[in-house]
Structure formats: C-alpha cells, structure tokens
C-alpha cells in the first residue's frame, strides 16, 4: 500500500477516529487512542523539541558522569564513559520510534506462546510516530486477584520469557515494570519497547555461567564466574578474602527462596570489590531489578 503522509493529509484523512486527550503522557512522548482501518490502534507521538531537550541534558550529563557515578558510589564498578555511552544510546533508542516498531516486531515474532506484544502498523511518512495494535488488559499486577495457582503459572511463564529474551533470541525489554506488562486474559504482552538492549556474546556467556552456577548450588564455581564477568582471573580471588563468603550468601538465598533479589546483591558486590561490570550490564541490571520485584 501507498504510504501515508500526515504532512499532506489531515489527521481525519488518516484515522477514523482520533482522541485529542492523550492516553498517557510520558517525559519523551505521548500516546492517543484512535481507530485505522476499523480497528483500535494507539498513535504514539513524540513531543515537540524532544530531541533537541534530550541532546542538551546529554550534554550536561556527561560534564557531570564522574561526579554522578561517585555519588551513587559505584565509581569504582563503573566506568564513567561507558556508563555515559550507554545512557545516551539508551536514551536515543527511546526517541527512535521506527526502531520501537522494529524490536517490537521481532519479540512478537520469536515469542513463546502466552507471551505477545502489539502489532505494528508499517507506512507511515513521519519517524516520530508509531501507530500499533491497542492491547485491551490490565496491568499484569492486577493479577494478584487471581487464585495462587495462576499467580504461580504467570510468574514462571515470566521469568522463563525473559531468560529466553537475554540468553537464547539475545533481544531484551529493558523496562519490564507493571505498566509495561498488560495482561489480555491469559497472555502477558510487553508494551513500550523503547527500552530495548542485547548482550555482547563474551557477557551472555559469562553471566549465563554465574546464573548457571547459583543455581547449581555451587559458591566456588560462581564466585569464579563473575569474576569472569567482570574481566578478572582466579589469581585476583586472593586480592579479594572475602568474596567467597557473600557469594555464598547469594548462593544459599537463591536455594532457600530467602525472598532477596539476586540481581541487586550481584551489583552491590561489584561496588564492594571494585569490579567493574560490562557496560551492557547495565541496563540488564535495571530489567532484571524489576522483573524480581514483579
């Protein structure tokens, strides 16, 4: 089909319906119901300036990244530079709405059954909007209304998703909160895949490793992996007398279902040794925090 310009043709040329009062309203863009084609869809639109705002912060960010990574006390666990880097490609593929509808296709696309997320609606002129599928649901911690039994079978479909999502298609959504996960009966769609981000090999394999070895119950094993992880050797173990110990703790938690989150011990045992985790930790890091507490 032609493609469909909306410099050169009025909204109500376009959609059938379009509701000028926004169904949410985020910092970067915003979002309108409407209907295309006889169906629901939600017309994403990023504000005005957007770009122009976000490049100046950067800016301002990064005269202040060393400052910054000392006060939340991880300057020695994280390069400034790459945590900059980072930031800044993280940021930018939020404003990129073409690439949103890209990664959204190819979750959808490789998803296991009962995991989906919102078709995309492809031929639009304009790369600051994204019209896709409207997802009739609630949000999936509304489910805590269901029986323990469900809980239970969503709660697994989750955590297996998205260790499919970071170790087997490498494609992973970076800000799986409650807002983001509807639930549409018993399927759980991802929404708003602006955050999106994947692993270098070396780090998929390394971390796939330290999750492998927690889960092996086997504290040596694992204490040895997130060295590897973060670019050290057996030899450095010595430099480090008590390391082993709190790796045992994430070890013996992990068994036990003690109820704390790995993910955050993981990176306060970074900040404690003066391990510098890979960059593309640590958006990872974020993802996973949240798809704990979920």
């Known amino acids: 089909p032609a493609a469909l310009c909306l410099h050169c043709k009025k909204i109500g040329a ?6 000028d009062e926004p169904l949410a309203v985020a910092s970067l863009a915003q979002v309108h119901r409407a209907k295309f084609h006889g169906e629901e869809v939600v017309v994403k639109v990023l504000k005005p300036g957007v770009l ?32 900059h880097a980072e930031l800044q490609r993280s940021l930018r593929a939020e404003v990129d709405l073409q690439a949103e509808g890209l990664h959204m296709d190819a979750f959808r696309e490789s998803a296991a059954k009962g995991i989906s997320a919102p078709v995309v609606h492809w031929g639009f002129l304009r790369d600051d909007i994204l019209v896709m599928e409207f997802i009739e649901g609630e949000p999936l911690d509304k489910a805590a209304k ?11 479909r989750l955590a297996v998703c998205f260790l499919e999502q970071v ?16 639930l549409r009966g018993d399927e759980i769609v991802f929404i708003d895949f602006g955050a999106v981000s994947r692993l270098d090999p070396d780090t998929q394999r390394h971390l796939g490793r330290l999750l492998s070895e927690i889960s092996k119950n086997d504290t040596t094993a694992a204490t040895l992996a997130i060295l590897e992880l973060c670019g050290k050797s057996r030899d450095d173990l010595a430099q480090m007398p008590g390391l082993l110990v709190d790796m045992g703790l994430i070890v013996q938690g992990f068994r036990t279902g003690a109820g704390t989150r790995w993910s955050d011990r993981i990176v306060e045992i970074a900040r404690r040794y003066d391990l510098k985790l890979p960059r593309s930790v640590i958006t990872l890091a974020k993802a996973l925090v949240l798809i704990e507490a979920m």
Not at 14 to 19: G, H
Not at 167 to 182: A, C, Q, R, T, W
């Open 14 to 19: 376009i959609f059938e319906r379009f509701d």
């Open 146 to 156: 269901r029986t323990p039994k469900a809980r239970t079978k969503q709660a697994n």
């Open 52 to 83: 122009d705002i976000l490049n100046r912060d950067l800016g301002i960010l990064y005269s202040l990244r060393k400052s910054l990574i000392r006060w939340i006390g991880l300057s020695n666990s994280l390069n400034p530079d790459e945590f």
């Open 167 to 182: 170790f087997i298609h490498n494609l992973f959504h970076g800000d799986p909160h409650p807002g983001n996960l509807i």
